[in-house]
């Protein structure tokens, strides 16, 4: 029985977390952690609001806060020896580095989507981009996310550049709204960020050649999606030593 602790537990994506780690015969709910709900509960388990107060034995916490939270819970996490579980988004690359030296007696799987889907979205973005002269990606979250690109544009932009570095140049020559061509991401790949009420998360990736295009799209339209990647990274943790970025890494893509 692996024993897990959740941060954000109050929250949406962290409500959902709780309950499918309830739902698993191989996890065991044993902290939840949330100033924002403290005192209140999360399937039946009280919600502090400090891991100071965690009484119990944890083997891998699961992170869904913002950056500035995150960071303080996963140097908590290397500092007492547990696995960490982070969808958070918003890490740079200084971040990274600081957690790679952290966690050094226990693990850490930093994924910007658990949405398998998605995964598969990047990892089929990144075998396209050799074959065409340009690419954008449009991202689309709900209206209360706070960074911008989200975390799974920037990677797939990131695969896409280091997969090739031949792209077409912009031809745009008169901006009439500033910022209508969107942001300049890795290999200059542009980059546009939606932020809808209503949404969850989208992404498209468009790219085009001679005569055709190409979009890949995925659509996320609950929480719930998350949940099996989220999942598959509880179990693999303890055979992935260090830092590990991205869901891809325990795929076998």
């Known amino acids: 029985m692996i024993r897990i602790g959740v941060f954000g537990a109050g ?6 977390v709780c309950a499918a780690v309830m739902a698993d015969p191989a996890l065991e709910l044993v902290a939840a952690i949330d100033p924002a709900h403290a005192g209140e509960s999360a399937d039946g ?20 806060t913002h950056v ?14 547990v696995h960490a579980v982070v969808g958070t988004t918003g890490f740079d690359f200084d ?6 030296k952290a966690f050094a007696h226990s693990n850490c799987i930093i994924a910007p989507n658990f949405a398998i889907g998605a995964v598969l979205m990047m990892s089929f973005a990144e075998k396209a981009a050799p074959y065409f002269e340009t ?17 799974t544009a920037m990677l797939t932009a990131e695969r896409m550049a280091a997969a090739s570095g031949e792209w077409a140049p912009d031809p745009t020559e008169q901006v009439v709204v500033a910022g209508s061509r969107g942001g300049e991401g ?12 209503g949404m969850v998360a989208s992404q498209e990736v468009i790219l085009g050649t001679t005569g055709q295009a190409l979009t890949i799209r995925h659509d996320t339209y609950d929480r719930s999606a998350f949940m099996p990647g989220v999942l598959l990274a509880v179990k693999a943790i303890g055979d992935r030593p260090g830092l590990t970025i991205g869901l891809d890494q325990l795929l076998d893509l």
């Open 95 to 100: 971040d990274h580095e600081r957690f790679r």
């Open 45 to 64: 388990v009280e919600i502090v609001a400090d891991p100071a107060a965690i009484d119990v034995p944890v083997d891998v916490v699961i992170d869904f």
């Open 11 to 16: 929250g949406r994506v962290g409500a959902t």
């Open 186 to 197: 890795p290999g200059g790949i542009h980059m546009h960020a939606l932020r809808v009420r």
């Open 68 to 81: 500035d939270a995150a960071r303080t819970n996963l140097l908590w996490a290397a500092e007492q020896g």
């Open 135 to 151: 690419a954008e990606i449009v991202e689309m979250h709900h209206d209360m996310k706070r960074d911008a690109p989200s975390g």
